[in-house]
Nanobody, 121 residues
């Protein structure tokens, strides 16, 4: 059984910073891509940032230069550092990890429970 636990969301003023963390636990053999998505009220879920197993990163244009995704495989964790936050960044943020479990064959996509980020003065 693999579980993801997110933390780090909250309320912040425009221009502020937050760091989101997503920790995986359970019977894990290895990780593939790790990513962060977000979903604002009334909008579809969108990919915010992704990091490959080799460390290559990609971002949606609206967060380039402000957000940084990183991973710590030893700690089974993916992070999203968010700087210069704007009201339009307000959303529920979800981590998504492609994991090869230790107990079953194949690679599976797992989701965190979501954490609310609100940017408002």
């Amino acid at each position: 059984q693999v579980q993801l636990v997110e933390s780090g969301g909250g309320l912040v003023q425009p221009g502020g910073s937050l760091r989101l963390s997503c920790a995986a636990s359970g019977s894990i053999s290895s990780f593939r891509a790790m990513g962060w998505y977000r979903q604002a009220t009334g909008k579809p879920r969108e990919l915010v940032a992704v990091i490959s197993s080799s460390g290559a990163t990609n971002y949606v244009d609206s967060v380039k230069g402000r957000f940084t995704i990183s991973r710590d495989n030893a700690k089974n964790t993916v992070l999203l550092q968010m700087n210069s936050l704007k009201p339009e960044d307000t959303a529920v943020y979800y981590c998504n990890l492609d994991i090869r479990p230790a107990s079953i064959r194949g690679i599976y996509s797992y989701w965190g429970q979501g954490t609310q980020v609100t940017v408002s003065s």
